[in-house]
């Protein structure tokens, strides 16, 4: 509880959710994580015994050691999993923005697998007094497999409270224009460094999003669309015409079909056709993680070079960019609408910002 009494305690809390990543790069770490992820009937919609038994006679054995190495390739040193890393960058930096606008929200981050598990991250907010909740999903298109996932985990863990908080979601957020915004100032910051791409010659962006298997489309999941949208509004906001840049799917999981186009095979194709160069963007993932750092800044940059393509370049996820930052505060302000925040008095305002001057200006 806060101490200062100039200060009204918040009881108002944003709770991002995300996916969750291994605790370690090992082979026994990667199989746990796999298990419960894997085991999740909104992941894998398989007759529950006839995949209980591919899953653990099959997929585990053999996908936790080829995966643990992949993840031991983007470990981050003392940092570990990218996508905890930056995943945590956000939830301190979203909550030193609402400081910084004198709002006093409770921030915290919940993993549908592993941990921080999403019982814990409820039951730490619970313990700080929490009356209002807003769950704020890592996932900026909608999909069954993952955003309802999460919020399942979370009403799960609600159903076993006696005094419920108030609670509101944010399903989704693909077009909204902070998030667009940030996109776009991503990819440009990477062109004013580096240069941009020569699209007259045939260079090209490449919009990756994780696929997801076709039957889910087909049954409803609007995830498909969500992606298509985001890739479109943001091939607009970089003022490109539609033959320029190209959304593909990658991630494809067994041997039903998914989403198309594929991004390996898409990439392979334009080595072949005489495309010189490609930069490749994830705009479906906020954070930078195995599926962004592996597959495509590492492997499917060799599918490219292997096949005539001469210059790759990956630009990173969002990241901690600012304008990210910026656009998570917005999307959760929209839907915070009405509800008490605990506020800083104009007093205690201007004496931190001034401190925060102050130690600026010491260090400059
Ligand atoms: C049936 C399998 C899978 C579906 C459906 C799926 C959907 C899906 N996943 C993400 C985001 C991420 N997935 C990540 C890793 C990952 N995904 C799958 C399988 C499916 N994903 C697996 C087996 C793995 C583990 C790694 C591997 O063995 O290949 C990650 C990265 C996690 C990390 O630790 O870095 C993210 C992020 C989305 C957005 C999505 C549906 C839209
Ligand atoms: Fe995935
Ligand atoms: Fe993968």
């Not at 609408?337 to 104009?346: I, K, Q, T, Y």
Request: proline share 7%; aromatic share 10%; charged share 20%.
């Amino acid at each position: 509880m806060n101490q200062n009494p100039h200060l009204r305690p918040a009881k108002t809390a944003v709770l991002l959710l995300n996916l969750g990543t291994p605790s370690a790069p090992t082979p026994k770490a990667v199989r746990s994580y796999l298990k419960e992820f894997l085991s999740d009937p909104r992941v894998v919609e398989i007759p529950r015994i006839i995949w209980w038994c591919i899953l653990n006679g099959i997929i585990l054995p053999i996908r936790s050691g080829a995966s643990a190495k992949k993840y031991a390739s983007i470990w981050l040193p003392k940092l570990g999993s990218p996508l905890m890393h930056y995943s945590r960058l956000q939830a301190k930096e979203l909550a030193e923005k609402f400081a910084h606008h004198g709002q006093l929200v409770l921030v915290d981050l919940a993993m549908r697998y592993g941990q921080p598990s999403t019982q814990q991250a409820l039951e730490a907010l619970q313990a700080q007094g929490m009356e209002r909740l807003l769950l704020l999903p890592l996932y900026p298109q909608y999909s069954a497999t993952t955003t309802a996932s999460s919020f399942d985990e979370v009403f799960r863990v609600l159903g076993t409270w006696r005094n419920q908080p108030e609670l509101r979601l944010v399903k989704h957020y693909h077009d909204h224009p902070a998030y667009i915004s940030a996109l776009r100032d991503q990819v440009q910051s990477a062109w004013d460094k580096d240069g941009r791409p020569d699209f007259a010659k045939g260079d090209r962006l490449v919009l990756s999003f994780h696929g997801l298997p076709k039957r889910n489309l087909m049954k409803g999941d609007p995830y498909h669309c969500e992606c298509l949208k985001s890739g479109r509004l943001l091939g607009e906001a970089l003022g490109l015409e539609p033959g320029q840049y190209w959304v593909t799917f990658q991630s494809r999981f067994g041997k039903a079909e998914w989403l198309k186009p594929y991004t390996a095979p898409t990439i392979e194709k334009l080595g072949k056709e005489g495309c010189e160069r490609i930069d490749i963007f994830c705009p479906g993932f906020p954070a930078d993680c195995l599926e962004t750092l592996e597959e495509i800044a590492m492997e499917a940059r060799e599918i490219f070079l292997e096949h005539g393509g001469k210059d790759y370049r990956y630009i990173p996820c969002l990241n901690n960019n600012p304008e990210w930052i910026n656009a998570m505060y917005d999307i959760a302000q929209h839907h915070l609408s009405g509800w008490p925040l605990g506020v800083e008095s104009d007093a205690t305002l201007a004496l931190r910002n001034q401190r925060a001057e102050s130690a600026k200006a010491s260090i400059s």
